[in-house]
């Protein structure tokens, strides 16, 4: 069955720092990927998104991700986090096809970023 | 202002009571979705529907029923045969039509506490 792992359930910066959150997928075909953004009290959030091209994505707020096909990562950086950044991350992946994701939007569990001030 | 919109945020009833969450979007997308979220455990898929009058179970539907009689409109029930029904519900939607590249949008959650 595909599945999303998330390597970290909570990670603790200091503002300044820089951030890496890691993300794999199982699922031997094409993918498309997904960074989702949940702020405390605020709905859920596309941060970014890759589908295909340059396997170097920027998303909003200075996030951008990397997907590298021999490894199934698609992992999310930010080079200097700020305190409102802190929020929980899901990355999420769905096959891609003739025929649309068909609703099969696989979601990592999520990673807590708190970010101290 | 286009968006979706799910009411109530925070939803109480009584162990086995029925309850209907009311999922609503204007963004005129032909696909809708029904997730449910628990404290480390992500989002999982519970139904999904692609066109009105059609839906299809996801991961976790045992418990759940849905409909889709409106493009806007996707209503989940958590029936009584749901064991753990207190979690947070998500409802999102896409442009759908068969789309590989095809991005799903939340809401903003309803909370649901079964006493």
């Known amino acids: 069955a595909q599945s999303v792992s998330q390597h970290n359930h909570h990670v603790i910066l200091s503002e300044a720092a820089s951030l890496e959150l890691g993300c794999n997928y199982s699922y031997g075909g094409t993918v498309n990927l997904f960074w989702y953004v949940q702020y405390p009290g605020q709905h859920l959030q596309l941060l970014l998104k890759?589908?295909?091209?340059?396997?170097l994505v920027k998303g909003i707020k200075g996030f951008e991700a990397e997907f590298i096909k021999s490894k199934f990562s698609f992992n999310l950086r930010k080079p200097s986090v700020q305190w409102s950044d802190t929020a929980e991350y899901f990355c999420a992946v769905t096959p891609s096809f003739y025929g649309g994701s068909q609703g099969n939007l696989i979601f990592g569990k999520g990673t807590k970023l708190s970010v101290k001030p | 202002d286009g968006g979706i919109t799910q009411s109530p945020k925070y939803l109480f009833r009584k162990e086995g009571q029925n309850v209907t969450l009311s999922c609503e979007q204007n963004?005129?997308?032909?696909?809708m979705y029904w997730y449910r979220q628990d404290p480390g455990q992500g989002l999982r898929l519970i139904y999904y529907s692609q066109i009105v009058n059609d839906f299809q179970k996801g991961d976790i539907a045992e418990g759940y029923s849905v409909s889709r009689e409106k493009k806007e409109s996707f209503p989940l029930t958590v029936t009584s045969a749901q064991k753990n029904p207190t979690a947070f519900y998500l409802c999102?939607?896409?442009?759908?039509?068969?789309?590989?590249?095809?991005?799903?949008?939340f809401g903003p959650g309803t909370r649901l506490t079964v006493l």
């Open positions: 999102a939607s896409s442009r759908g039509s068969g789309r590989s590249s095809d991005t799903q949008y």
């Open positions: 963004l005129n997308h032909d696909a």
């Open positions: 890759y589908f295909s091209g340059d396997p």
